[in-house]
């Protein structure tokens, strides 16, 4: 990713699951490239397929519009 990110002058972003604990969201590679961390949830033992893609979508629609903004 990082490699990615020199070779063509780019923010970059990760998207991995939810964690336990607090994370930043924000980090710059070699204090010039921005990198972003989405986590997105994952299902909950009880929640029905079709109720955890919509929390899915959600949350991926709303992490996307605030990177959007924040350009």
Do not use: W
Request: a negative charge; zero cysteines.
């Amino acid at each position: 990713m990082t490699s990615y990110q020199f070779a063509h002058d780019v923010p970059g972003v990760l998207i991995y699951p939810e964690q336990r604990e607090e994370i930043a969201s924000r980090y710059t590679v070699v204090d010039q490239y921005p990198l972003s961390l989405i986590e997105l949830p994952i299902p909950k033992p009880t929640e029905k397929f079709n109720t955890y893609t919509r929390r899915l979508r959600s949350k991926l629609e709303e992490e996307l519009l605030s990177l959007v903004a924040s350009e």
